[in-house]
Nanobody, 119 residues
Framework: QVQLVESGGGLVQAGGSLRLSCAASGSILSINDMGWYRQAPGKQRELVARITNAGTTNYADSVKGRFTISRDNAKKTAYLQMDSLKPEDTAVYSC?????????????WGQGTQVTVSS
């Protein structure tokens, strides 16, 4: 019913930047909050950043001042601008969104995109 497709991951040197995109499609009347999570090998998945449909944002302490989340409601797309990347940012980044439709409310996940930061 709802699909989230991430793009923009890759390999970058420490100090570099990447921009992730998450495009939502399917039976969507509205998108409530959208967020980015990450999971590094051997670690639990953690919230990186979240943005509500009103534009309110919150970030993990580890990325504050370096990452910026934004969204384009017309395109049903969320973005994560990642600057001053560090090796410890290496992880699989996944998009998450709560959507509303004829089915009520559901929370969907994307397939994830790998971000690797070399030292």
């Amino acid at each position: 019913q709802v699909q989230l497709v991430e793009s923009g991951g890759g390999l970058v040197q420490a100090g570099g930047s990447l921009r992730l995109s998450c495009a939502a499609s399917g039976s969507i009347l509205s998108i409530n909050d959208m967020g980015w999570y990450r999971q590094a090998p051997g670690k639990q998945r953690e919230l990186v950043a979240r943005i509500t449909n009103a534009g309110t944002t919150n970030y993990a302490d580890s990325v504050k001042g370096r990452f910026t989340i934004s969204r384009d409601n017309a395109k049903k797309t969320a973005y994560l601008q990642m600057d001053s990347l560090k090796p410890e940012d290496t992880a699989v980044y996944s998009c998450n969104a709560e959507t509303s439709g004829s089915y009520g409310r559901i929370r969907a996940w994307g397939q994830g995109t790998q971000v690797t930061v070399s030292s």
